[in-house]
């Protein structure tokens, strides 16, 4: 008896202790707007484009990911790739995205289950410490439906070490 308490005990320690350091060092992605996957975690150094990063999500959008079913209530993060940066032009025309003239996407008008979808993007120029975010998947939620992003709103960066 004595044995098997230990065994649950040690157990119990080991679970504890892989959850504490897994959510320190990585994120797990199962979202289709990102290659789905295991991420490390890194410490931001600078921001630049092609940077994977993970950031809370945005509370202007808070309510319509989870009332929308977007994503399941207990998660509070999201992960995008950074496509521009200070100083990086910004146009929509005809719901279509472009960053510095080069065209990123299109802003959908409605999601896939036909739900009115609106678009925060303002026509300009990306001003000091702001970062546009873009998921790589066809209906990703991101920047053409949040805005711009504060960096400091950037929690950290990440490199894909196991894809699915």
């Known amino acids: 008896m004595r044995r098997k308490i230990g065994i649950i005990a040690t157990s119990l320690l080991l679970y504890l202790f892989v959850k504490e350091l897994s959510s320190r060092y990585f994120v797990l992605n199962l979202s289709p707007s990102m290659e789905k996957g295991i991420y490390l975690l890194k410490e931001i150094d600078e ?13 202007n959008i808070e309510e319509t990911l989870y009332s929308r079913g977007y994503l399941p209530k207990n998660i509070k993060t999201l992960l995008k790739e950074v496509v521009a ?11 279509k995205l472009y960053i510095n003239g080069e065209f990123k996407g299109d802003i959908a008008k409605v999601d896939p289950k036909g739900r009115e979808l609106v678009s925060f993007v303002k026509d300009g120029v990306l001003k000091s410490g702001e970062v546009f975010l873009l998921g790589r998947g066809k209906n990703s939620f991101d920047s053409r439906y ?6 400091s709103e950037i929690l950290k960066k990440t490199i894909l070490i196991k894809e699915f």
Do not use: C, Q, R, T
């Open 146 to 151: 949040f805005g711009a992003v504060e960096k």
């Open 85 to 95: 940066v200070e100083g990086d032009s910004i146009k929509v025309d005809h719901n």
């Open 47 to 59: 921001l630049k484009k092609g940077d994977v990063v993970v950031l809370n999500i945005p509370l």
